[in-house]
T-cell receptor
Framework: GNSVTQMEGPVTLSEEAFLTINCTYT??????LFWYVQYPGEGLQLLLK?????DKGSNKGFEATYRKETTSFHLEKGSVQVSDSAVYFC????????????FGKGTKLTVNP | GAGVSQTPSNKVTEKGKYVELRCDPI?????LYWYRQSLGQGPEFLIY????????DSGLPNDRFFAVRPEGSVSTLKIQRTERGDSAVYLC??????????????FGEGSWLTVV
């Protein structure tokens, strides 16, 4: 079945550091890929998505590229801020049907000033 | 409404009791999902409604869990004979274009259930 493997956390960085959170997936066919973020005390929010190979999703300075050859969708940001502290979830959905999301376990990011 | 609304936000119940969790999706969204998130884990799919019918209930862990959406809007997740292992955050989500590639699913803030 479909699955997502995410880099283990927690991750602690200083402000303005470079961020990478690794995500790889196993799926039949060509899934859509997502990064969701959960800020403290808030619900899950979509951060970015990509629906086909070589697509790049981007939002709020974060980027991730759909790499079919390596089955990966790594999240990157060039310069993190304290306000980026949150839990980040990689997820996929299959084509058609219910499009239910399959999530990774999440990576907690803490950015210190 | 402006977002997915869930009530109660917190519920503490005794082992063996019956619990209902309510979800009010974004207005006009035909698809509604329930997920369960245990501490330190990602959300796990429970059930998906398209309109009034449960189109996919493959994630419900056992027959103590049941969900309804009688009028195609508000949904209720029902848990019978609760067990301590049912303690988790129950997330509701909705979307406008199920079946569309890369369809965005919007989540509520969740109902935190604690079974003591």
């Amino acid at each position: 079945g479909n699955s997502v493997t995410q880099m283990e956390g927690p991750v602690t960085l200083s402000e303005e550091a470079f961020l990478t959170i690794n995500c790889t997936y196993t799926a039949t066919g060509y899934p859509s890929l997502f990064w969701y973020v959960q800020y403290p005390g808030e619900g899950l929010q979509l951060l970015l998505k990509a629906t086909k190979a070589d697509d790049k999703g981007s939002n709020k300075g974060f980027e991730a590229t759909y790499r079919k050859e390596t089955t990966s969708f790594h999240l990157e940001k060039g310069s993190v801020q304290v306000s980026d502290s949150a839990v980040y979830f990689c997820a996929l959905s299959g084509k058609g049907g219910s499009e239910k999301l399959v999530f990774g376990k999440g990576t907690k990011l803490t950015v210190n000033p | 409404g402006a977002g997915v609304s869930q009530t109660p936000s917190n519920k503490v119940t005794e082992k063996g009791k019956y619990v209902e969790l309510r979800c009010d999706p974004i207005s006009g969204h035909t698809a509604l999902y329930w997920y369960r998130q245990s501490l330190g884990q990602g959300p796990e799919f429970l059930i998906y409604f398209q309109g009034t019918g449960a189109a996919d209930d493959s994630g419900l862990p056992n027959d103590r869990f049941f969900a309804v959406r009688p009028e195609g809007s508000v949904s209720t997740l029902k848990i019978q004979r609760t067990e301590r292992g049912d303690s988790a955050v129950y997330l509701c989500a909705s979307s406008h274009f199920p079946g569309a590639t890369g369809n965005t699913i919007y989540f509520g803030e969740g109902s935190w259930l604690t079974v003591v």
